[in-house]
């Protein structure tokens, strides 16, 4: 089976659909990243209940990672952007 681009593009339905399960994707990797990080750095010793230190330092931890992963998306969106119009600019 070969599907050459335009059979690709000729789909929106597809193309959403898989826009959408990328997302679903990249989220779970955010989710398990977040997870990963957050255990290293509040769990000193595991136990049957979350103590008072570790709730609050999960917590934080979490606003962190979000507020951290917001920052660099935006950042990303703001270099792509200014990409975008450089190189138009340089088309002219």
Known sequence: LSM???????????????EVESQKQRFQQLVHQMTEVCWEKCMDKPGPKLDSRAEVCFVNCVERFIDTSQF???????TQRSKGSFSETMDD
């Open 72 to 78: 660099i998306l935006n950042r990303l969106e703001q």
């Open 4 to 18: 050459d681009n335009q059979g690709a593009k000729a789909d929106p339905q597809l193309q959403q659909f898989i």
